[in-house]
């Protein structure tokens, strides 16, 4: 049976077909649109694709306009499925980047260089440019670990270029927000619009917002790092938020309704059981879960 990803390559391969269709585009867009897991698969495959080179990037670019370069619907289709979750490929020039990424409920430890190591957490994807010392996170969250080194290594966000030196940094990477929090050492964030750079001191975390608005706070390093121990931690956290970040832990999904994704929760959570957590969430949310393929909250 196809995964996930599988259906999300097939979908970036038909939209560059040439005969893609106007009812393709329609059918595509029902299935995008159906749930937060659709749209986020095919975001991250389309990330892998643009990072090899071989499809242009544009920043006005949404799903329904992917940039025109046309492959042969039979070797596109190969090649995405080739480097889709739990793939290791080495991708063509110009880009020299190695992608490595997760499936749901695996973490691993990858040595980048002698200087860096890290640790990617479920449902995780980076790309490595191990001779230009920077790593793209393309999507879901990355330990990551230098040792004191004179090279001056990059990690990439987005349009946000991040300088690091030594020391130890949380990333992750949503449709919803990206964050880098310093646990130690110190890091240097520039984007092309703002001049000179933001330092984030040890304890700091950088907030990236969808329209590129940077928020810096101080939050509980034991709430940044409760993934270690299999839970999550939530403060006042909208629930689409909350499903955004639970789901890359489960098969099953959380599908939140607009009338429920508002409410807000606080506390640890045990992650990789969404059925016992939507369950919990009955017990003191105005909602009601329907547990079906997916499991569906809407408010009471």
């Excluded at 893609?20 to 749209?39: G, I, M």
């Excluded at 017990?283 to 009601?288: A, K, T, V, Y």
Aim: proline content about 4%; hydrophobic content about 40%; overall charge neutral.
């Amino acid at each position: 049976m196809p995964t996930l990803h599988d259906t999300a390559a097939f979908w970036f391969a038909r939209l560059n077909a040439p005969d893609c269709s106007e009812q393709d585009h329609e059918h595509f867009s029902v299935w995008y649109h159906q749930n937060t897991a659709n749209a986020q698969a095919y975001e991250l495959v389309s990330s892998i694709w643009r990072a090899s080179g071989k499809v242009a990037s544009h920043s006005a670019e949404t799903p329904l306009t992917i940039a025109a370069y046309r492959f042969s619907r039979r070797k596109m289709l190969a090649g995405a499925i080739a480097m889709t979750v739990g793939s290791f490929a080495l991708l063509p020039a110009p880009a020299e980047a190695t992608i490595r990424a997760t499936r749901t409920g695996q973490q691993i430890r990858v040595s980048v260089s002698p200087a860096m190591t890290i640790l990617l957490d479920s449902d995780s994807s980076v790309a490595i440019h191990s001779e230009k010392n920077t790593l793209d996170l393309l999507y879901g969250q990355v330990e990551v670990n230098l040792k004191n080194c004179e090279a001056r290594n990059t990690i990439n966000l987005d349009q946000w270029n991040i300088g690091l030196i030594s020391g130890t940094f949380n990333m992750s990477k949503s449709s919803l927000k990206s964050t880098i929090t310093v646990l130690n050492g110190a890091a240097a964030l520039a984007h092309p619009d703002m001049a000179g750079s933001q330092i984030l001191k040890v304890g700091e975390r950088a907030t990236i917002l969808p329209d590129n608005r940077l928020l810096i706070d101080r939050p509980s390093l034991e709430d940044v790092l409760a993934w270690r121990s299999g839970r999550l931690a939530f403060r006042d956290t909208p629930l689409k938020e909350v499903a955004d970040e639970m789901n890359r832990y489960s098969t099953r999904k959380l599908e939140i309704s607009p009338s429920a994704a508002n409410l807000r929760i606080s506390g640890f959570y045990h992650f990789g059981q969404n059925e016992t957590f939507a369950r919990l969430l009955e017990n003191f949310l105005p909602i009601r879960a329907s547990f079906e393929k997916t499991i569906t909250i809407v408010k009471l």
